[in-house]
């Protein structure tokens, strides 16, 4: 495959460089980037005149069967939208629901140019199956929690999805373990999963920190915070991604610093249940490293990475009310690059270099008029363009999106279903939920 005649945003080293030439693409791998020539022979040409190549977006946080609640909750607070809503609609779920709200949702993140998405939920098997039939990349975490009866058994699951599942989908799909957050999880729990997880050679991830409440009542019940409780119990002793990391303070950065904690910055879902705004300016300068999710459409209401690149640069100006702070580039780099570090990837992929696996997509340009003049086309990608401007996606050497069209995919079909199941799930609304 090649991409000719194009303007590249390398991320080479998560360094700021663009330059103009063609992509070579075989074997999964990005074998040559070159200046542009008119001697190929290449089967698959992509012609990239007026367009721009970049490393595809790495969704850092998400749970993509949450696209059958799309809209069930808005304009609440976060304790409405779990207790009267979240929790009894997915009391009635089914392997089948997950797997086709998985498989929708892939679809958006596809079109809206995430080519990598670490998603934590449950049955996380149907999920690997969307995964396998899209191409997309991801990192699948079946949550488990610390309350409720069948704790034992629900882990087991989980252990046995992680050793069952990693490496599989030709190597795209990597398993997480994943204990939902310190407010469901005692710590006695948290001791017994950093426990198990030694012997696993995965990456970690849960919620942290999420609102001031989960804090306060942390201090209450342990008297610790929940970052102390994750260094105490061992769940920091590997490489792990906390989603949200709101409410932390100077101690708690020290900690994440020090144990290589990775953040998950999810700014839109942050906002819309007035959450907080994350310190994550004071992170990228301390070199924490720090990734874009867009949590779950049921809290965002999409999965756009183009939506959190804007905002993490907006938010942070606003808070520090100083407008200089986080450029473009480094959002952008945050969803690529940095996205990649999060996952701990970045020697395989978020930048375009010789060698690297091929997950690249293309912004058009061309009859585009709120992304030209192009006198700056990180700034116009950061702050003007929109996911229907991707016109490409290749994932693992393989080319995906063409022209906005998702090749061998039935959209009506997969978008059917979601309704349908949906629909049924909001009648089935059942009573507050006390264990998965």
């Not at 997950?359 to 340009?365: A, E, K, L, S």
């Given at each position: 495959m090649l991409v000719k005649d194009i303007e590249i945003i390398t991320m080479?080293?998560?360094?700021?460089?663009?330059i103009h030439g063609d992509v070579f693409i075989k074997d999964k791998i990005i074998q040559e980037i070159k200046p542009h020539s008119e001697k190929s022979k290449d089967k698959i040409v992509i012609d990239g005149i007026g367009k721009?190549?970049?490393p595809g977006f790495i969704n850092c946080h998400t749970h993509s069967p949450m696209i059958l609640f799309r809209g069930v909750a808005d304009d609440v607070d976060i304790n409405t939208w779990f207790n009267d809503y979240i929790w009894r609609l997915e009391k009635n779920e089914t392997p089948d629901d997950i797997y086709w709200g998985a498989k929708l949702?892939?679809?958006?993140m596809l079109l809206s140019g995430t080519t990598t998405f670490l998603d934590m939920y449950f049955h996380m098997d149907k999920v690997a199956k969307a995964v396998e039939e899209l191409g997309i990349r991801a990192f699948l975490a079946w949550t488990v929690f610390g309350v409720g009866e069948k704790i034992g058994e629900k882990l087991k699951d989980s252990v046995n999805f992680i050793k069952n599942y990693d490496g599989t989908a030709s190597g795209r799909i990597r398993t997480v373990l994943n204990p939902h957050s310190t407010y469901t999880c005692p710590p006695s729990f948290l001791s017994k999963v950093a426990e198990i997880g030694k012997d696993l050679d995965n990456l970690r991830s849960l919620h942290l920190c999420e609102t001031k409440e989960q804090v306060?009542?942390?201090?209450?019940?342990?008297?610790?915070?929940?970052?102390?409780?994750c260094l105490d119990t061992g769940i920091f002793d590997k490489p792990i991604v906390a989603a949200h990391a709101i409410h932390i303070n100077e101690e708690d950065l020290k900690v994440f610093k020090e144990k290589d904690v990775r953040v998950a910055h999810c700014p839109e879902c942050n906002s819309r249940y007035c959450l907080g705004i994350a310190p994550i300016a004071q992170m990228v300068e301390m070199g924490i490293k720090v990734g874009l999710g867009t949590d779950g459409a049921a809290s965002n209401n999409n999965l756009d990475m183009l939506d959190e690149i804007k905002l993490a640069a907006i938010l942070q100006?606003?808070?520090l009310n100083d407008p200089i702070i986080m450029s473009n580039f480094e959002v952008l780099k945050m969803a690529t690059y940095g996205g990649a570090q999060v996952l701990g990837i970045e020697n395989e992929l978020g930048s375009i270099e010789e060698g690297k696996k091929a997950?690249?997509?293309?912004?058009?340009?061309n009859n585009a008029p709120h992304l030209n003049p192009k006198i700056d086309i990180i700034s116009n990608i950061v702050y003007s363009a929109k996911s229907s401007d991707i016109s490409h996606v290749i994932v693992d050497g393989k080319l995906i999106v063409d022209n906005r069209k998702i090749i061998d995919f039935d959209m009506k079909k997969s978008i059917d279903e979601v309704n349908l199941r949906s629909k049924r799930l909001l009648e089935q609304k059942g009573e507050l939920m006390v264990e998965y």
């Open positions: 080479r080293e998560g360094k700021k460089e663009i721009v190549l970049l949702a892939i679809a958006e306060e009542e942390s201090l209450s019940n342990y008297g610790k915070s929940p970052v102390q409780i100006k606003v808070k997950d690249v997509i293309i912004f058009d340009f």
